[in-house]
Nanobody, 124 residues
Framework: QVQLVESGGGLVQDGGSLRLSCIVS????????MGWFRQAPGKEREFVAG????????SYADSVKGRFTVSRDNALHTMYLQMNNLKPEDTAVYYC?????????????????WGQGTQVTVSS
């Protein structure tokens, strides 16, 4: 069994920063590539960023390029999302996800494991 737990969300002003963490526990060898997704009220879950197992390859949605940075520390079984210059449109519940292939997918259906989500609210 694999568990993913996100933390680090909160309320921040326009232009502020937050750092999200996602800790993987259980059978961690089941997860290779990982991703961050977000879902705002009334909208579909969307891809934000992804990273392969070694961290050598990353991918970002156009809306967050240059502002967000995804990284991971496999020794700590943790993935991070550094979010800078946050905007009100970044407000959403943020989820981390893991997949048993070393491929960064942008479709949420490709991921087998999900966290419970953490709320990020950016005030204008």
């Amino acid at each position: 069994q694999v568990q993913l737990v996100e933390s680090g969300g909160g309320l921040v002003q326009d232009g502020g920063s937050l750092r999200l963490s996602c800790i993987v526990s259980g059978h961690t060898a089941s997860i290779y590539a990982m991703g961050w997704f977000r879902q705002a009220p009334g909208k579909e879950r969307e891809f934000v960023a992804g990273i392969n197992w070694s961290g050598s390859i990353t991918s970002y949605a156009d809306s967050v390029k240059g502002r967000f940075t995804v990284s991971r520390d496999n020794a700590l079984h943790t993935m991070y999302l550094q979010m800078n210059n946050l905007k009100p449109e970044d407000t959403a519940v943020y989820y981390c996800a893991g997949v048993f292939l070393n491929v960064i997918y942008e479709r949420p259906e490709e991921y087998q494991y999900w966290g419970q989500g953490t709320q990020v609210t950016v005030s204008s």
